[in-house]
């Protein structure tokens, strides 16, 4: 089995950063890709982010591009998203997700990912 634990949610002001980390714990080889996702309310589940464990390949989606940075410590077995320059639409519940996808592949709908976190809050005021 594997569990997923988000923290580093919070406030931020419009411009402002904050860093979400994912630490995962079980057995990790069940995955091979991590995938931030976000719910605001009254929107549909939006994944920002994801990255191959073992490759470090990364893809982002255009919302977030140039602001977000996802990172991992394999180490630590924790994926990490960096925000930057944040706006009152990335106010949302934020998730990370571990699954599989095939070689050459990194999907940001949530098909692929069988393993989710409990979220975390992220809420940014103008």
């Known amino acids: 089995q594997v569990q997923l634990a988000e923290s580093g949610g919070g406030s931020a002001q419009a411009g402002g950063s904050l860093r979400l980390s994912c630490a995962a714990t079980g057995d990790t080889d069940r995955f091979n890709s991590v995938v931030w996702f976000r719910r605001a309310p009254g929107k549909e589940r939006e994944g920002v982010a994801g990255?191959?464990?073992?490759?470090?390949?990364?893809v982002y989606a255009d919302s977030v591009k140039g602001r977000f940075t996802i990172s991992q410590d394999n180490a630590k077995r924790t994926v990490y998203l960096q925000m930057n320059s944040l706006n009152p639409e990335d106010t949302a519940m934020y998730f990370c997700?571990?699954?599989?996808?095939?070689?050459?592949?990194?999907?940001?709908?949530?098909?692929?990912?069988?393993?989710w976190g409990q979220g975390t809050q992220v809420t940014v005021s103008s």
């Open positions: 990255i191959r464990t073992h490759s470090g390949v990364t």
């Open positions: 997700a571990a699954g599989n996808n095939p070689r050459s592949s990194l999907r940001l709908d949530t098909a692929p990912y069988y393993y």
